[in-house]
């Protein structure tokens, strides 16, 4: 889907490109990335690495346009992960600017009318907008941390009880969630730096915005660092735990195994097809069962006297 805006803002849809616009494509459709290298001038290059699920952040000078592609996180259902990241492309001509992004995401939300609903003032700086972006995909890395946190919390509870492996994978993708978050905030971040340091950005920089945005960024790795670390140690703590449980299951199924053990034995040898001298007595069977229900009885409370149960 293609969407026109007049300004950086979003508040006015227009249906053909004027100067200074903005173009936010999202989730495009072969006719859709048909029109934005016929129409926009889009190099097909550029496309390629933008809708690559694998490209790096990153800063493109050219004559006549400027290439920055960031990595935002965006929440998912369907491949076992609850988080991932894409990348984010932001491509600059002297006419317009154009986003271009192959899943939707909290960052530009394509059914939104504006990204920006905070700001009253109309944007019209591009840097400026791109800083703003920065500044969100900041904002969207710790909320989704927190989001995680929560998580493996409640997969810790699980854990304390659980003897198979299925509570270990799921805080398994919660770490393997760390390390995208952990890896494309790195590499946002040197973007940060080198737009702070460019000498090609001709525009004013907002300071005030740029702090904002790395300071955001940096908050956003720390978390995810330290959450990753906790893990990590984690990981080791649990799978001990759950080989523990598991010890303690078997302990107790064998400790249930010499209980019944107990009455078998004795059935087996009133059992036998030799003389007892209680063949005939008509209290045979209740004295015997009863005798095994005593045997049992002392056996469990035993086990429980050495806390073996």
Same mark, same amino acid.
């Given at each position: 889907?293609?969407?026109?805006?007049?300004?950086?803002?979003?508040?006015?849809?227009?249906?053909?490109?004027?100067?200074?616009?903005?173009?936010?494509?999202?989730?495009?459709?072969?006719?859709?990335?048909?029109?934005?290298?016929?129409?926009?001038?889009?190099?097909?290059?550029?496309?390629?690495?933008?809708?690559?699920?694998?490209?790096?952040?990153?800063?493109?000078?050219?004559?006549?346009?400027?290439?920055?592609?960031?990595?935002?996180?965006?929440?998912?259902?369907?491949? /076992?992960?609850?988080?991932?990241?894409?990348?984010?492309?932001?491509?600059?001509?002297?006419? *317009?600017?154009?986003?271009?992004?192959?899943?939707?995401?909290?960052?530009?939300?394509?059914?939104?009318?504006?990204?920006?609903?905070?700001?009253?003032?109309?944007?019209?700086?591009?840097?400026? *907008?791109?800083?703003?972006?920065?500044?969100?995909?900041?904002?969207?890395?710790?909320?989704?941390?927190?989001?995680?946190?929560?998580?493996?919390?409640?997969?810790?509870?699980?854990?304390?009880?659980?003897?198979?492996?299925?509570?270990?994978?799921?805080?398994?993708?919660?770490?393997?969630?760390?390390?995208?978050?952990?890896?494309?905030?790195?590499?946002?971040?040197?973007?940060?730096?080198?737009?702070?340091?460019?000498?090609?950005?001709?525009?004013?920089?907002?300071?005030?915005?740029?702090?904002?945005?790395?300071?955001?960024?940096?908050?956003?790795?720390?978390?995810?660092?330290?959450?990753?670390?906790?893990?990590?140690?984690?990981?080791?703590?649990?799978?001990?735990?759950?080989?523990?449980?598991?010890?303690?299951?078997?302990?107790?199924?064998?400790?249930?195994?010499?209980?019944?053990?107990?009455?078998?034995?004795?059935?087996?040898?009133?059992?036998?097809?030799?003389?007892?001298?209680?063949?005939?007595?008509?209290?045979?069977?209740?004295?015997?069962?009863?005798?095994?229900?005593?045997?049992?009885?002392? /056996?469990? *409370?035993?086990?429980?006297?050495?806390?073996?149960?």
């Amino acid at each position: 889907m293609i969407k026109i805006f007049k300004t950086f803002g979003g508040y006015i849809e227009i249906n053909e490109p004027q100067q200074g616009c903005w173009i936010n494509a999202t989730i495009p459709s072969a006719d859709d990335t048909q029109r934005l290298i016929d129409e926009f001038g889009l190099p097909q290059d550029i496309l390629n690495d933008i809708l690559d699920m694998d490209e790096r952040p990153r800063i493109e000078f050219d004559d006549d346009w400027t290439l920055i592609i960031l990595r935002i996180p965006v929440e998912v259902k369907n491949n /076992g992960l609850p988080f991932h990241t894409i990348p984010l492309g932001i491509f600059i001509s002297e006419k *317009f600017t154009l986003t271009l992004c192959l899943q939707d995401n909290e960052v530009l939300p394509i059914g939104q009318p504006s990204p920006f609903r905070d700001q009253y003032k109309e944007i019209t700086d591009n840097i400026n *907008f791109i800083l703003r972006l920065f500044l969100r995909s900041g904002n969207l890395y710790l909320r989704y941390l927190k989001q995680i946190n929560q998580m493996t919390s409640l997969i810790e509870q699980d854990l304390e009880k659980s003897i198979k492996n299925k509570e270990l994978n799921k805080l398994l993708k919660m770490e393997k969630c760390l390390v995208y978050f952990i890896t494309s905030i790195k590499a946002n971040e040197i973007v940060l730096a080198k737009l702070r340091n460019s000498k090609k950005i001709t525009s004013e920089i907002n300071e005030d915005l740029l702090e904002d945005a790395i300071i955001e960024n940096k908050q956003a790795l720390e978390m995810a660092q330290i959450y990753s670390d906790i893990q990590s140690g984690m990981m080791d703590a649990f799978a001990s735990v759950i080989s523990n449980n598991l010890n303690v299951v078997m302990k107790q199924l064998t400790l249930i195994s010499i209980i019944l053990m107990i009455p078998t034995l004795i059935a087996s040898i009133f059992g036998m097809n030799v003389p007892n001298y209680m063949e005939n007595s008509l209290w045979a069977m209740p004295m015997i069962i009863l005798g095994s229900l005593a045997l049992s009885i002392v /056996g469990v *409370f035993t086990f429980r006297k050495r806390q073996w149960f």
